[in-house]
Nanobody, 127 residues
Framework: QVQLAESGGGLVQPGGSLRLSCVAS????????MGWFRQAPGKEREFVAG????????VYRDSVKGRFTISRDNAKNTVYLQMNSLKPEDTALYLC????????????????????WGQGTQVTVSS
């Protein structure tokens, strides 16, 4: 059983920054791709960023490219999301997730390809 715990969310003004963390319990964290998703009220869950098991391939949704950076520290079982130049439209519940398939060479984009999820951390961008 894997448990994921996000932290680092909060209220920030437009143009500000936040760093989200997601700590995973259990073994073999380093074997799996990880992803960050977000969900705003009344909207579908959407892919934000993901990276494969060794960090060798990283993908972002277009609207966050150049502003967000995903990274992982396999020694700490942790994946991060550095968010800069935040905009009001980034407001959402941010969730981290673990890919269901080990050693996948590509980043998965759809929620159905992730089998473990955290509870999420709220990010609110407002003046």
């Amino acid at each position: 059983q894997v448990q994921l715990a996000e932290s680092g969310g909060g209220l920030v003004q437009p143009g500000g920054s936040l760093r989200l963390s997601c700590v995973a319990s259990g073994n073999r964290f380093s074997d799996y791709a990880m992803g960050w998703f977000r969900q705003a009220p009344g909207k579908e869950r959407e892919f934000v960023a993901g990276l494969i098991w060794n960090g060798g391939k990283i993908v972002y949704r277009d609207s966050v490219k150049g502003r967000f950076t995903i990274s992982r520290d396999n020694a700490k079982n942790t994946v991060y999301l550095q968010m800069n130049s935040l905009k009001p439209e980034d407001t959402a519940l941010y969730l981290c997730a673990k890919d269901f398939r080990a050693w996948r060479a590509e980043v998965a984009f759809t929620p159905a390809e992730y089998n473990y999820w955290g509870q999420g951390t709220q990010v609110t961008v407002s003046s």
